[in-house]
């Protein structure tokens, strides 16, 4: 039994790894491996868009896996990299979009929505509690 | 107290307003980023010969209709009658860019459906494709003279895209000289 949930945790453990290995590509070193995981999956497949570059296996997400990798191998940084990559396809391509005024609102909104919410929620507090003196104790 | 019964239709009526702006929208269609931008330089064989190349630089000069298309692209076959009536009017040289295909069936799809192309570039590996920002076919990109793109339609072209938006488009290149 134990042997068995072992091995099921072993096949899930190694699931992604299998998913992100549809071409087999050659890496020089573990470090690359495990950079090149990293940076796949922050990027973001445009034919299956709600996959990463990692876990799809359309074949532009495959080509694309190979240029990350090519520009890995002749020292590109993972910015120049997902530079490559915005300066074709836009910010889209980033599950971590950048901090730009046409961004404000989905990285500022919730903040000030929780602020309105908290202003609410004091007044109505506040409200309440002047209610409730000004009725005094009730009998 | 009147105004603090209308708060919450206010607010549905933004939720709504902005829900109902995002159901029209597909969220399939990437704007490219490369729009107004340089086309990337390219130089590649044909379809129809390995010897034969075209580069960006003999194109120069010239307003022209890039239209990616692969052979085992469906939604290529829907659009292919619009693009063989489009390049047969003659008001925009029509090129085409062969993606992520073989040469020989991209060979016996132009023969079997005709070849609406002055040239089909032959870009079997995506290289250039990628430079183009292409995620999948069909798509066209309108490059002016000076080699930079000026506009990209993503999906298959329909008469109303063609006669709606890019021949005015094309005319207004042209007569702007650039």
């Not at chain 2, 023969?111 to 066209?140: C, H, K």
Request: charged content about 20%; overall charge negative.
């Amino acid at each position: 039994m134990r042997a068995l949930s072992r091995m099921l945790a072993a096949a899930l453990l190694a699931a992604p790894i299998l998913a992100s290995a549809i071409a087999p590509m050659e890496f020089d070193s573990p470090q690359q491996r495990q950079r090149f995981v990293q940076l796949t999956s922050e990027l973001r497949c445009l034919v299956c868009q709600n996959q990463s570059l990692a876990d799809s296996d359309a074949p532009l997400a495959q080509e694309l896996r190979e240029d990350v990798l090519n520009m890995m191998k002749n020292g590109k940084s993972d910015d120049e990299i997902r530079d490559f990559l915005v300066a074709r396809y836009g910010d889209f391509v980033l599950y971590d979009p950048p901090v730009q005024p046409s961004t404000w609102a989905l990285w500022f909104g919730p903040f000030i929505l929780l602020l309105v919410g908290a202003a609410a929620l004091a007044m109505a507090v506040r409200r309440r509690s002047r209610l409730s003196d000004d009725e005094g104790p009730k009998a | 107290m009147k105004l603090r019964l209308l708060l919450p239709l206010a607010v549905f009526a933004i939720l709504g307003g902005l829900f109902y702006v995002g159901l029209n929208r597909d969220p399939s269609l990437v704007p490219s980023p490369l729009i107004d931008k340089p086309a990337p330089d390219f130089s590649l064989p044909t379809v129809s010969s390995d010897g034969e190349r075209i580069s960006k630089r003999d194109l120069l000069g010239e307003v022209y209709l890039l239209n990616v298309w692969a052979s085992w692209c469906y939604a290529c076959r829907l659009e292919h009658e619009v693009v063989t009536a489009l390049a047969s009017t003659h008001r925009v040289p029509v090129y085409g860019l062969n993606y992520n295909d073989k040469r020989e069936d991209a060979q016996r799809w132009l023969d079997q459906f005709g070849d609406p192309y002055l040239a089909s570039l032959y870009d079997p590996d995506a290289r250039v494709s990628i430079d183009f920002g292409v995620y999948g076919a069909p798509e066209t990109f309108l490059i002016d003279r000076t080699g930079t793109i000026r506009y990209k339609y993503i999906g298959p072209l329909t008469p109303d895209v063609v006669n709606g938006e890019i021949l005015p488009l094309v005319q207004r290149l042209r007569s702007a000289g650039s």
